[in-house]
């Protein structure tokens, strides 16, 4: 049996953590360069892409130079930063007051019972949290923020805000946030992020041929007693479009593959099990990645979406010109969806009047019947 170092698991840990080397050297060098402008970055790509495996990588080297890192969900993002920073999201306070009567006309003092009284400690303290937590850190602070896009805005601003002052105060602190596309315009636009709007901008997008055969190499070179073929490496690398969850799926399907035929402490990798691996990682992506994206878009998205699969020629492009026809329409009419699925790093425009897809297997997995769960698809054919 062979341990599976690949997790292909949204948002998880992975095992094996492909490329990503140009940024992970600039945030290398933010940690030590108190005036890089990496110590602010703001990283966007498409579900998949290995935003939160990178943001995990930086928790990793920060922690490893003995930074303090806190790690923040979209969820209560200010509540979840306050507590990391005080140790508390509530502070306590025992107050004893001092009642001033008079009685008989002669004035005195009745002292009460101590009494506590609770305060939350909000966004308002935020500023005063972090110089604090700066000046008590020896190594600095990095602070990351996963799906950003999801974070109130007037939150984003307030993170923003307090991460200005204490870098204007000169203390070593790094901020890495991470969204999908459409987060990035929103974020910068608004007057009270200008923090994020001087930040590094990485997007994140498909590896090139070499980079995917490097990454894939390495991988599974770390595997003891596994043998792999520079064909079958090809073959994974053009499966895998140079997607980084894709890769992550086909390395996990080969072996588990390999270990349910009972595969000895060494073995040679087969075009047989490289072939259902291949089959059974592109079935779960289009599960776990597709049809989630698709369940999620309005239902005009969707029909463009379908339209322009049809209207792809040999260079993989769609004229918009052909796609609105085939709705029976303007481009004009189209160009809401058309931004939208822009925004949403769904397709691209490379070039005037043409739009192309993003997203692997997308093109092939729109025209099939998304609207039909299979626990409908049996009962309509037992006729229920």
């Not at 969900?73 to 306050?82: A, D, F, M, Y």
């Not at 009284?117 to 604090?132: M, N, P």
Request: net charge neutral; proline share 3%; aromatic share 8%.
């Amino acid at each position: 049996m062979f341990t599976n170092p690949f997790s292909p698991i949204f948002g998880g840990k992975p095992g094996v953590f492909f490329g990503r080397e140009e940024i992970l050297k600039l945030f290398d060098h933010a940690m030590i360069d108190l005036g890089s402008e990496d110590r602010a970055m703001f990283i966007t790509g498409t579900r998949g892409s290995g935003k939160t495996a990178l943001l995990e990588q930086f928790s990793i080297r920060a922690a490893a130079k003995k930074r303090t890192v806190i790690d923040l969900g979209p969820e209560n993002t200010i509540s979840q930063l306050v507590y990391a920073l005080s140790g508390y999201d509530e502070m306590t306070k025992t107050v004893n007051p001092q009642a001033n009567v008079s009685v008989l006309g002669i004035g005195g003092g009745i002292s009460a019972g101590a009494v506590s009284k609770t305060e939350h400690v909000g966004k308002e303290r935020l500023q005063e949290l972090l110089l604090k937590a700066c000046a008590n850190s020896k190594n600095g602070i990095l602070v990351t923020v996963d799906e950003v896009q999801k974070v109130p805005i007037e939150d984003v601003s307030s993170l923003c805000n307090a991460f200005q002052m204490a870098s204007r105060k000169g203390n070593d602190i790094i901020l890495a946030v991470a969204g999908l596309p459409y987060a990035y315009s929103e974020i910068i636009r608004h007057e009270g992020c200008t923090y994020l709007r001087r930040a590094t901008h990485s997007e994140l997008g498909l590896f090139t041929w070499d980079e995917t055969t490097d990454a894939l190499k390495k991988a599974f070179s770390k595997i003891k007693g596994l043998v792999i073929d520079d064909s079958i490496i090809a073959n994974f690398n053009s499966a895998s479009f140079g997607h980084p969850y894709l890769m992550q799926l086909l390395g996990y399907h080969l072996i588990l593959r390999i270990n349910e035929l009972n595969a000895e402490k060494k073995h040679v990798v087969t075009e047989d099990e490289a072939s259902v691996a291949i089959t059974n990682s592109v079935f779960a992506y289009e599960q776990r990645s597709l049809k989630p994206l698709l369940d999620e878009l309005p239902n005009s998205e969707k029909k463009y979406l379908r339209i322009m699969s049809d209207c792809l020629n040999e260079d993989r492009l769609a004229a918009t010109a052909d796609i609105a026809h085939g709705f029976g329409t303007t481009q004009s009419k189209l160009s809401k969806t058309r931004a939208y699925l822009i925004d949403n790093g769904i397709i691209a425009a490379p070039e005037q009047g043409k739009v192309m897809f993003c997203i692997p297997y997308l093109a092939a997995y729109v025209k099939k019947d998304l609207h039909i769960s299979d626990a409908v698809e049996i009962a309509r054919q037992r006729r229920v």
